[in-house]
């Protein structure tokens, strides 16, 4: 069999059960309007949304789905401050940048973020207004 023949049918394999480019953000949101809103901007921008069911199954998503990002609504039920810590603490979850965001008049609630592990923590008005730049530099976070 030719080698170069079996990898371009791979290719052509690939491409029809749907291998992606794409790459995956994983948005836990509470509330409708900055939620939708981020998904659908990080739609726009090409990244393929999971939306996460809940703050409790939430570390497990990122575990088994390995997103290149993760965005926590600061004001899920829950104790979202644990399992953004708890995201960190996991060897395997731990590189896994952490946007938090909550209500513009909540700085207390973004500073604990901060404190349990979220890489950002910002204002609803600063995901809306910067998330192209906020992406950009949680990728380079090590």
């Not at 023949?5 to 949101?29: D, R």
């Not at 409790?56 to 644990?82: Q, R, W, Y």
């Not at 207390?108 to 207004?129: H, I, M, Q, R």
């Amino acid at each position: 069999m030719d080698y170069k023949n079996c990898f371009a049918f791979f290719l052509i394999a690939g491409k029809a059960v749907g291998v992606t480019q794409q790459p995956l953000a994983i948005v836990l949101h509470e509330r409708l309007m900055p939620g939708s809103q981020l998904v659908n901007r990080l739609r726009d921008m090409n990244y393929r949304v999971l939306a996460a069911d809940s703050t409790e199954t939430l570390a497990t998503s990122v575990k088994l789905e390995t997103p290149l990002l993760l965005f926590v609504d600061l004001k899920a039920p829950g104790d979202i401050l644990g399992i953004i810590a708890q995201i960190k603490a996991d060897e395997s979850t731990a590189h896994v940048p952490i946007i938090a965001f909550a209500p513009d008049a909540e700085l207390p609630l973004t500073e604990a973020a901060k404190n349990s592990g979220a890489n950002f923590a910002v204002a609803d008005s600063a995901v809306a207004n910067h998330l192209p730049q906020l992406i950009d530099q949680a990728l380079l976070v090590d």
